[in-house]
Each structure stands twice: as C-alpha cells, then as structure tokens.
C-alpha cells in the first residue's frame, strides 16, 4: 500500500438519481419540474450578450438576484445568502454552523445527503426514528445537540409538519443551529419564513430547482439573520469567490420576476398530484400524504423492488430506496398528466 493512502480522505458520497438518456422515457425519479422555466427566462438566456457575460468574472454580490429574493421574501438583501443548488448552501451551512463536539440530529429518514455531509466535515450526528407514520415528534428534538437539520416537508416521504409542531423544535434548540430544508414547500408546505423575526437560531433553505424548473441552472438560496448570512458568506468566500455562473443569476432573476407563470405550473403540479392519488389509489398503493411534487407510495400487490425493475423494463424511472424501512415504496415524482398516463398504464400491464 501507498505510504500516502492513510492520509487520503475517505468518504462515502451521495448517489444522485439516474439521468437517462432517450427520447421515449418517462423520468419521474429526481424530482425535476415536468414543465420547462418561465419564457421570460428562457428569453433572458437566448438574449443574453454572451460576449461580455462569458468574459467577465460574475457580481461577487450577485446583487440582481439578491435584490430580487430580498424584495420577493421582503427581508433585507443582507439576509440572503446564494449557493449553487441548495445541495452547496446546505453544505455551506453545515461547514459554518455545526462546528460543536455535540452531535448534530436530524430524521432516520430525510435527505439522505445529511449524512455526507456530517461525514465529510468530521461532524458528529444523530439519526432520530421518525414514527410509524413517518412523522417527525417535536419531543425526541429536545436533547442537548450540536445542531438540528429539518427538510419540511420531508423527503423522501413527502410528509410535511405543521409550524406549531416545527416551532416547538427551533424553540427548544433556542442554543444550535436549526436548519430548515424548504426544498419542496411552495407545493403545500407552511413555511419556516415568519419565524424568522422571533428566532435567532434559524436558517431557511430554498431552491430554484424543483418549484421554478432551474435544476440544471443551479441555484439555492438562504435566508436568515444578517448575522449568520455573513457566516456563510464568509465561509463561502473561504472556498469559492463565484459559486453561481453570470447565466444562472441572470436565469434566477428572471423566474423571480415571472410570477403568474410559477403559480400556474405549481396550480398544475397540484391538479396531477391529486388525481395521481386517486389513480394510484385504484391500484393498491399506500400513499402518504404529500404537500410536495412527488408521491411516496407502496404497491401491496407485489414488491416495490419489483416494481421499480418492472417499470424501469418499460423505460419508466421512479426513485426506489433498498433500506428496509423504505423498501416497499417508491418516490414517484409528478410529471405532466401524459407522463402519469403512461405510468399508471405500465402499472396495470405489471399487475394484470
Ligand atoms: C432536491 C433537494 C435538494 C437539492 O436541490 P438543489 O438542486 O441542490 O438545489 C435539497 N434538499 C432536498 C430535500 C431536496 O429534495
């Protein structure tokens, strides 16, 4: 063995979803927005003088986009800190915050990223049971720790907990860091944003890449205190000076200014989502309860490992989990209503 493979830094790291490539497949396994961005910001992208915005470094500030989510969330621009995918302002989050020999907690199941993270920056954590019906119970969050991470609502069971409930546990973790997850929340989901004001603890994180279809542009955001927006600005600058290209701050300020076509595509998401319930329902699975833009949800006929493979046979992609608290379901992500159709005829074919 190497003499310098002792001090290599070994790490288990996060398996994204597949990307299939074709032109016939159905994907509804990473979550992504069935419908494409705003035109508006399509028509930034095609307009954009790519000549000067390629040559030039970006805005360290990002102003644009900062100005834009400070007056869309009316807090100040100095409350708002700007990654590249919420995936980078988490992690950020977890490098500036959760720096205790205390554990930091966080649900068995959640974003299964939070513990490589915790992993990779040495952190000690603690993985909390969510209960029988995949809830989270404010009361197991009240030990002594270095941290507390939440996604609300939660993935990936889609199960979202009501701000009385997540106040209790920012409330009694008055002396860490409470990071909020907000990943899928304009889908139903009541946010952690007016509890800004009354907790000093608390850290909201957002991303473009679910509700306003930029996940191939990059782009998470956080909002908190001045005081801790300045911590991870500071730790930002500490690794990267640009974590967003001069094109995705230009993308993201231009879906901020769209609003009439984000809440239509939502307003669609949520009509599909509801009549997948019913057409999943007339197939025997169990579903959780979702405020999100996916179903977490069981086929009882057979196996759901089966019917990953079955489906994925038939060039139909859902997200499937082999722990075995999570083995029977599948992460089924709302596509348009044609995707569904063609997801819900492959499962009558599977189960004729
Ligand atoms: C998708 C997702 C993210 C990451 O999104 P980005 O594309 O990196 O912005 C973060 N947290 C949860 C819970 C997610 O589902």
Redo the contacts with the bound molecule.
Sequence with gaps: MAGWEENIRRVNPYTPGEQPQGKDIIKLNT?ENPYPPSPKTIEVMKSMDFGSVGRRYPDPNAKGLVGALASYYHVGTDQIFIGN??????SVAFLAFFNSEKPIVFPDVT?S?YPVWAQMYRIPYREIPLDADFRILPEDYESENGGVVI?NPN?PTGVALPLTELEKIIRSNSDAIVIV?E??VDYGGDSALRLLDRYDNLVV?R????SRAL?GA???FAISSPRLIQVMNDVEQSVNSYPLSTMSLLAGEASVADEEYFRERIRDVLRTRARSVIELKKRFFTILPSETNFLFAAPTRISGNEMFEQLRERGVFVRHFSSERLNDYLRITIGTDREMDVLFAAIDEIQE
């Design positions: 979550n995918g919420s995936d980078d302002v988490l974003y990223f996604a993935a997850d990943a899928y994180v991303t473009f890449s679910k996940a990059r782009i998470g």
